[in-house]
């Protein structure tokens, strides 16, 4: 069965950092383009990041770039989300999800196919 599992999330203080995880289970990412998204209470879930099948295209949410870092580990079938300078507005259930998708990567939610359950990140002194 085709499993995407996020983990890594918590509390964290404002500047404070976080890795998430993305881990599949049942199928290869080797031929999928992985993308980050985040869904705050009240708003719509929105793409934070995303990296093409080889890692060597990177996308972010302006909100995000230079403090988010996105890589992936193909021989672990796991992808990362690394997030520095963490602060209150990036509080959400951040989700990962897969596409097949060769040599580019999007930041849509309506261009992928499969989703995991969700980490909560939450930033608060």
């Known amino acids: 069965q085709l499993q995407l599992v996020e983990s890594g999330g918590g509390l964290v203080q404002p500047g404070g950092s976080l890795r998430l995880s993305c881990a599949a289970s049942?199928?290869?990412?080797?031929?999928?383009?992985i993308g980050w998204f985040r869904q705050a209470p009240g708003k719509e879930r929105e793409g934070v990041s995303c990296i093409s099948d080889s890692g060597a295209i990177t996308n972010y949410a302006d909100s995000v770039k230079g403090r988010f870092t996105i890589s992936r580990d193909n021989a672990k079938n796991t992808v990362y989300l690394q997030m520095n300078s963490l602060k209150p507005e990036d509080t959400a259930v951040y989700y990962c999800?897969?596409?097949?998708?060769?040599?580019?990567?999007?930041?849509?939610?309506?261009?992928?196919?499969?989703w995991g359950q969700g980490t909560q990140v939450t930033v608060s002194s």
């Open positions: 049942g199928f290869t990412l080797d031929y999928y383009a």
């Open positions: 999800a897969a596409e097949v998708r060769i040599n580019s990567c999007l930041t849509s939610v309506d261009d992928y196919d499969y």
